[in-house]
Structure formats: structure tokens, C-alpha cells
């Protein structure tokens, strides 16, 4: 299968969409990263991406839904839900929530939990692509399993090659780091995977404070399968939290003190900016002319927390 870049216009989009209706896979681009997409309630398509990315089926997915009518016809919606989905949606957000015995989403996109993960996101590109398949598309980041995620369609291109037919261009992501998982499928919401929408953000929407359980287990249960063990990493080693570094190291520096020579997240200690650059500077830094890569401290507060979340699985051995 030969991989094409379609340029994000609405001809193209209309495209894409015609071949996800027809059981392919196309890789698109959110807000947060690019997403690799197969229409929701569509097994076969759906087994495609756990094998196009190399993905342990255990592992579920995030299910994008045009809006939030369409999302209440496939779980049970609560309160909390609502005050969270009128803050931040569309946007980088992402509710667990338990399923409805009447739900057509495939079974093996939830890998076969009680709950779906369901998101509505805010890029024009994947709003249009959903609205014209007329179905929720079924999304991980569109990158191999366990690899960084990608943040422009040469990313993708670099990671799926010739595994899928089409990634739509919508050029570099804006937030540049994935959606918070919140679980409220329980009474106490707790979050599962820190992302671009704080904890302090979150409370101040539902005027309660919220767990943060970014272990994947609850003692015994496995609850979210995808914050199992190292992620997010490139092919060379990585340390965090370096103040020195050695003659061969690449370094990736965070505010006004970072050596010259480094590739800097943010020279002005923005958070934001260097939630941006973070995937992006990590594909660059990986390639063959690298041996080892070491990063600076990021403070441990607000999109700090999300970013040291992917900088501490990237840099965990295998
Ligand atoms: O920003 C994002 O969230 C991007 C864009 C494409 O939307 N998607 C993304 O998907 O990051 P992925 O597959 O890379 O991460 C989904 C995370 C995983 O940690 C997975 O385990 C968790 O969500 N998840 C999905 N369904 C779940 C469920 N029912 N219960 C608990 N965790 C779930
Ligand atoms: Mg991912």
C-alpha cells in the first residue's frame, strides 16, 4: 500500500471520508496530535488500527464524536460530564464513561471495557471529516505503538508508512500534546492521563476537587491500559531532569539558562509553548546522528505535570 498526503481542503476531506465509509484507515489531524482514524462502529476497520500501529488490543481507543448529542446516544451521561463538555469541548478533553447496552460502537474499540473513552475535538479537519462520514471515527495518535506521537503529517508519514492509504495535512498541531483522560464513570472522576486541560482547570469547572491516578491500576484492576509502562519515547536513550550534560549528549533545555547549543522547549519558561515543541523537537533530536538525549527540569506545575508525564514514560528502559 503506497501512503498518500492529501493536502486539508474539502475535496480531499470528502475523500478521506469515502474511504473510511469503505473500511479504511486515514490519518488526520486534531488539536492535540494527528489521530489514525477508522469509523467507530466498523470492527473490521477498527482491527486495522490495532495492527497498523502495532497496538496491544488491550489497549482502547478514543472514540471523536461530532457533538455532544451524538455522544449521549452511546453512554451514560451525568453531571460531571456536562460541566466538563460545556467548559472545554470541542477541545482537548476526554471523558470515560460507562457504555449503553444500545451502543454500536465496536466492542473491540473499547477493548471490550464496560466504559468508552469519547472525545469531541475542536480542528476543522476532523469536525468536517466526522460530520461527512455521518459516523464517531475511532482514533489513537497515528503513530507505531509506544513511539512518539506525531504533531504533523511527516511524522505520520515517518511512522506508518505504507501501512495506510491516506494522512490528511492540516500542517503542525497547535496544542502538540494529547487530550486529558477524566474517568467519571465512577462517583469520584479521577484522571487517567494528564493532558493539555489542567487539574486546576478542571476543578474550577465542576467546583469539586478530582483524583489523579496516572498509575494504570486501582490495586487490582487494570483502568487505563494505555498508561502502562514506557511511551512516548524515541529510539536513543533519553534522561530527564539533567543540570549537566556529557560531550555527546543532544540536550533539550527549558528557559533562559539552557546551554546555547540546545534545542530550547521554551527560552522564556512558557509552558504552553513547550507542550508545543515537545513531540516535535523529540522526532527531530531522533534520528541516527544522536546518541544519547538529555533534558532539562520542567517545573512539576499546571502543563508541567503533562509534559513531565510524557518526558518520564519516554525515558523509562525497556
Ligand atoms: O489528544 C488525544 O487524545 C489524541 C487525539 C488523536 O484525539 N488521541 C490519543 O489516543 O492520544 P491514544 O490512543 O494515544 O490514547 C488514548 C488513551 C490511552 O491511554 C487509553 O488507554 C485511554 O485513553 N483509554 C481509552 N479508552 C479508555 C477506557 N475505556 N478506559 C480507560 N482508559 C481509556
Ligand atoms: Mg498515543
Not at 493536502?7 to 473510511?20: F, M, R
Not at 462520514?133 to 482514533?139: D, E, L, M, S, V
Not at 540546545?262 to 513531540?279: H, I, K
Amino acid at each position: 500500500m503506497i501512503t498518500k498526503i492529501l493536502e486539508g481542503n474539502l475535496d480531499n476531506i470528502s475523500l478521506a471520508a469515502t474511504a473510511l465509509k469503505s473500511g479504511k484507515l486515514v490519518a488526520f489531524p486534531t488539536e492535540t496530535v494527528y489521530g489514525l482514524g477508522a469509523i467507530a462502529t466498523d470492527d473490521d476497520a477498527v482491527a486495522k488500527i490495532f495492527k497498523a500501529k502495532s497496538r496491544p488490543s488491550f489497549n482502547p481507543l478514543i472514540i471523536h464524536f461530532k457533538n455532544i448529542l451524538d455522544v449521549k446516544k452511546e453512554v451514560f451521561w451525568n453531571d460531571t460530564a456536562e460541566a466538563l463538555a460545556r467548559t472545554f469541548w470541542p477541545g482537548p478533553i476526554t471523558l470515560i464513561l460507562n457504555r449503553k447496552n444500545t451502543s454500536k460502537i465496536s466492542v473491540l474499540a473499547s477493548a471490550g471495557l464496560k466504559t468508552v473513552a469519547v472525545r469531541v475535538p475542536g480542528h476543522y479537519i476532523a469536525k468536517i471529516l466526522i460530520q461527512e462520514c455521518g459516523a464517531p471515527i475511532a482514533a489513537p495518535s497515528a503513530n507505531e505503538s509506544g513511539l512518539i506521537s506525531p504533531t504533523d503529517a511527516q511524522h505520520v508519514m515517518k511512522s506508518l508508512f505504507n501501512k495506510i492509504p491516506y494522512i490528511i495535512d492540516g500542517r503542525a498541531t497547535k496544542i502538540g500534546l494529547e487530550s486529558t483522560v477524566i474517568d467519571l464513570s465512577q462517583d469520584a472522576p479521577a484522571i487517567l492521563r494528564p493532558g493539555y486541560i489542567t487539574k486546576e482547570q478542571i476543578e474550577k469547572s465542576i467546583k469539586y476537587s478530582v483524583t489523579v491516578n496516572d498509575g494504570s491500576t486501582n490495586g487490582t484492576n487494570v483502568i487505563s491500559p494505555g498508561m502502562i509502562n514506557k511511551h512516548y519515547s524515541p529510539n536513543v536513550p533519553m534522561r530527564i531532569n539533567a543540570t549537566e550534560f556529557l560531550k555527546n549528549e543532544k540536550v533539550l533545555g527549558f528557559g533562559p539558562k539552557a546551554p546555547t547549543l540546545a534545542m530550547n522547549l521554551s527560552y522564556s519558561s512558557n509552558l504552553d509553548e513547550a507542550a508545543s515543541n515537545l513531540f516535535k523537537f523529540l522526532h527531530k533530536l531522533d534520528h541516527s546522528d544522536t546518541q544519547s538525549i538529555a533534558v532539562m527540569p520542567i517545573p512539576e506545575v499546571g502543563l508541567g505535570i503533562a509534559i513531565n508525564d510524557r518526558l518520564r514514560r519516554a525515558s523509562l528502559k525497556d
